[in-house]
């Protein structure tokens, strides 16, 4: 597609389940990366990947939290052992390299109850 | 610093008429700064940027304007329409970081 394309679009899980979210970023984009939006707030940054790699892992909030990119295009965050405030929209972007413009998703609504 | 949905600043514009929505960084080492605009219920979609080594740029019906003394960034919409209703994000990046900070957000609504 000619986007960033993310699924599932709306994820509802119970508590302490496993999630996993897909991106698909704009093809030949090296730069990938994951942002977590909660209601009211702007995205704040996860991870980055730089072709398969995770360059920068500093943003996920715990080691429940993970994710992979293993063939450098599409990724996968994944999320053990979900809470409830881990309910938010999960947006993932790329760009064509570190640096340029970044392009998002519409983003995966998970909602943990 | 961080606000909730009801505090998000909001700014009220009849159509037809020019926006100028704000943005303060705190960052001096940001050199790559991106507007963003976000409907309900989609992802941010990328409207303009501008690097340090500018103060103004502009796009279609849109203006970037960058204060580096005072880290202060607009974006200027001519001719504001319904469809401009959304909440507009400013972002920063500085060399060398891997990602983008934004801040809070700004609720634009246009009058009809």
């Known amino acids: 597609g000619a986007g960033v394309s993310q699924t599932p679009s709306n994820k509802v899980t119970e508590k302490g389940k496993y999630v996993e979210l897909r991106c698909d970023p704009i093809?030949?984009?090296?730069?990938l990366y994951w942002y977590r939006q909660s209601l009211g707030q702007g995205p704040e940054f996860l991870i980055y990947?730089?072709?398969?790699?995770?360059?920068?892992d500093s943003g996920l909030p715990n080691d429940r939290f993970f994710a992979v990119r293993p063939e450098g295009s599409v990724s996968t965050l994944k999320i053990q052992r979900t809470e409830r405030g881990d309910s938010a929209v999960y947006l993932c972007?790329?760009?064509?390299?570190?640096?340029?413009?970044?392009?998002f998703g519409e983003g995966s609504w998970l909602t943990v109850v | 610093g961080e606000s909730v949905g009801l505090h998000l600043p909001t700014l009220s514009v009849q159509e037809g008429d020019n926006s100028i929505i704000n943005c303060a960084y705190s960052n001096s080492a940001s050199d790559y700064f991106i507007w963003y605009k976000q409907e309900s219920g989609k992802g941010p979609q990328f409207i303009i940027d501008i690097r340090s080594n500018m103060d103004k740029r502009q796009g279609q019906r849109v203006t970037v304007l960058l204060n580096k003394t005072v880290k202060h960034l607009s974006l200027q919409i001519a001719a504001t329409q319904p469809g401009d209703s959304a909440v507009y994000f400013c972002a920063e990046n500085n060399a060398g970081a891997n990602n983008l900070f934004f801040g809070t957000g700004t609720r634009l609504t246009v009058i009809p």
């Open positions: 990947f730089q072709g398969t790699g995770a360059a920068d």
């Open positions: 093809s030949g984009h090296t730069a």
């Open positions: 972007a790329s760009s064509s390299d570190s640096g340029n413009t970044i392009y």
